[in-house]
């Protein structure tokens, strides 16, 4: 499968992919019938998401907890207004959108350096306006689109931008406390490349064609490697023998393969 991941990682691609597919049904439930426990389901599956972003501001001045209650209230807020169908991963969408309530957490709590108020208050009007485009295309906007859609200068909102740099400043020697009980500073957390990152490409390429198979093959898939049942379980499940679930495992997975290689070709 042309999908550049190893065939040891294929069974985590599967299961990002067709976790995806059932979040779009979870997101069905609570955005066309309204149900409550499927956007509490949501909530619960995202919240990681939520901790993972309150983490990057988390260290001394402000505690995690109160960090993690403004980004859990962002996940709520993403969760509201996401439109699947407009085809982009809900995780793109929240991602802005919970990163924009923690840094407007942070603008509430003062700036840390002096500004001049004129600069202050272009640097806070650039920071909406990137939100809101943010929530528009599920992506950080450039700055030629920020001064397109504010009508300025590039100049003024690179100067804006700058500015608001100054809004929070923390000493990368700020001492942080470690989950493990070890002590640690601030510049500790810049860390690595995370190996995941690969898996993102991959993910969505199956996301994108897994509609083209059939609803036996997408069930199929679904059991065997989003909720890691053995082939004989599935066999119980749909009726069949372990025999035929694994010739429509390797027709579903060669399709996939088929239907991956073309989109990437297009």
């Avoid at 979040?23 to 909530?43: C, N």
């Avoid at 001394?60 to 807020?77: H, I, M, N, T, Y």
């Avoid at 740099?165 to 009980?181: F, K, N, Q, V, W």
């Amino acid at each position: 499968m042309h999908t550049n991941v190893s065939t040891k990682r294929f069974d985590s691609v599967m299961r990002s992919a067709l976790g995806q597919v059932d979040s779009e049904a979870l997101f069905a439930r609570w955005q066309l019938d309204r149900e409550t426990a499927a956007r509490d389901e949501l909530v619960e599956r995202f919240l990681p998401l939520a901790r993972k972003l309150a983490r990057r501001y988390a260290g001394a001045r402000e505690p995690f907890e109160d960090l993690l209650q403004v980004a859990s209230f962002g996940l709520l807020k993403a969760i509201d207004r996401f439109d699947a169908r407009r085809g982009i991963a809900f995780s793109s969408f929240a991602v802005p959108t919970v990163l924009g309530e923690l840094k407007r957490y942070f603008r509430d709590l003062g700036w840390s350096a002096h500004v001049p108020r004129a600069a202050q208050e272009l640097a806070l009007k650039v920071q909406e306006a990137a939100e809101r485009l943010a929530s528009r295309s599920g992506r950080a906007p450039r700055v030629d689109e920020l001064a397109q859609y504010m009508e300025l200068s590039v100049e003024a909102v690179t100067d804006a931008l700058e500015a608001a740099a100054a809004h929070h400043t923390t000493s990368l020697e700020t001492p942080r406390d470690e989950s493990d009980g070890q002590a640690g500073t601030l510049a500790d957390t810049f860390g690595g490349e995370d190996g995941r990152f690969e898996l993102i490409e991959a993910s969505a390429t199956i996301s994108a064609v897994v509609h083209r198979l059939s609803e036996r093959e997408r069930r199929v898939l679904l059991l065997r490697f989003f909720e890691d049942r053995t082939q004989t379980e599935i066999a119980n499940e749909i009726g069949v023998s372990q025999m035929q679930v694994s010739r429509i495992l390797r027709r579903a997975v060669a399709r996939l393969g088929e239907l991956t290689q073309s989109s990437d070709s297009e």
